[in-house]
T-cell receptor, first 111, second 116 residues
């Protein structure tokens, strides 16, 4: 049974710093790995999707990597801004559509 | 823990027909429910936000007359795909939240819709 873990649960970083959020999964037979941003009471905003055959994806200041063999994905945020404060979720999906979400990392960027 | 169910898990329908997907929070009252869809090789995309007793808020590009959302109770939201077409074939997933101030969302298992 797939388990997705995100550590730490919360993180505070001064504005301008680069940071890395971690996501680990127990079953490497994934179809894709997705990263989302969540603001309080709002729906998820898709950030990046990495197919199982890919190693990384980039969008603006965000870069996500995937290492299936070690069961890890990271989300790198460059030059953090206060507007980046949110909860970040990763989710693995298998070929049968099943999506397993991590519990998220709550990020707070200090002005 | 909080459990959200979806029904059906898979459905095949003919073009022009309507399909209803149910999302239920089984052991908690969900003030807010969200509907997402996922096209092949793409990420989940938010379609609409539904608050109990009020009209749903749709994301840009989502046709409200085509995707009817009803959130009549604190434990049930339905998504009806009206006059379905093959391009509506997708994976639809709902999530439920306890309220506007919370981060926690609980996801259903999803519904695979195929329109022939």
């Amino acid at each position: 049974k797939q388990e997705v873990t995100q550590i730490p649960a919360a993180l505070s970083v001064p504005e301008g710093e680069n940071l890395v959020l971690n996501c680990s999964f127990t079953d490497s037979a994934i179809y894709n790995l997705q990263w989302f941003r969540q603001d309080p009471g709002k729906g998820l905003t898709s950030l990046l999707l990495i197919q199982s055959s890919q190693r990384e994806q980039t969008s603006g200041r965000l870069n996500a990597s995937l290492d299936k063999s070690s069961g890890r994905s990271t989300l790198y945020i460059a030059a953090s801004q206060p507007g980046d404060s949110a909860t970040y979720l990763c989710a693995s999906q298998n070929r049968d559509d099943k999506i397993i979400f991590g519990k998220g990392t709550r990020l707070h960027i200090l002005p | 823990g909080a459990v959200v169910s979806q029904h059906p898990s898979r459905v095949i329908c003919k073009s022009g027909t309507s399909v209803k997907i149910e999302c239920r929070s089984l052991d908690f009252q969900a003030t807010t429910m969200f509907w997402y869809r996922q096209f092949p090789k793409q990420s989940l995309m938010l379609m609409a936000t539904s608050n109990e007793g009020s009209k749903a808020t749709y994301e840009q590009g989502v046709e409200k007359d085509k995707f009817l959302i009803n959130h009549a109770s604190l434990t049930l939201s339905t998504l009806t795909v009206t006059s379905a077409h093959p391009e509506d074939s997708s994976f639809y997933i709902c999530s439920a939240s306890l309220g506007t101030a919370t981060y926690e969302q609980y996801f259903g298992p999803g519904t695979r819709l195929t329109v022939t």
